[in-house]
């Protein structure tokens, strides 16, 4: 993608507040599927912000700004995703030591209520499955199924052939169909 000129700071906040800030919440929604935990999913619109705001010299205006949004958030995810999985797993001796004395009593439970409140709201079948997909085929699921993001423009945000859309897409419900049938049957649905 080619850099447009340098525009001045009164320009960058203008197009940051008219064109991004009203997506907010649908890249919040967006990050919170992927991520499925809310903290986390605020870091990551976070970043995404920032770095929109950074980069703003390559979005031209008045294109689609949520397509340019969510490919910034599906390539942090992707970064983070990649540098967490080749990570070692690091263990902090303190979390450690809060473990042992916790484990020894055991009838005094700290229950973060938030958390219980969030995890059950998150808990539901669909949302399970959804999030037990592959990396590559839920955000195709999220993008065209929740978003409602068009097949070229899926093949935009995540760099790939529609024809590669079309077909991680056909594979991503089929793979949902699979894990959703016993959910279905016992809702009185017929499923063959």
Known sequence: MEKKNEITKKERDDIFEREFLPHIDSLYNF???????????KDLLQETYMRAYRFINYYEKGTNAKAWLIRILKNTFINEYRKKSKAPIKVELEETYQQVDDSSDDEV???DLREEVYNNLVGDEITSAVNA???DYRLIILLCDVEGFK????AKIIDVP???VRSRLHRARNMLKDKLKDYAEKRG???E
Not at 151 to 154: K, V
């Open 31 to 41: 990050a919170t599927y992927l991520q499925n935990d809310d903290e986390v999913a």
């Open 109 to 111: 439970q700290n229950v």
């Open 133 to 135: 997909l592959p990396v």
């Open 151 to 154: 097949y070229d423009e899926i």
């Open 162 to 164: 529609i024809g590669t």
């Open 189 to 191: 649905y017929k499923v």
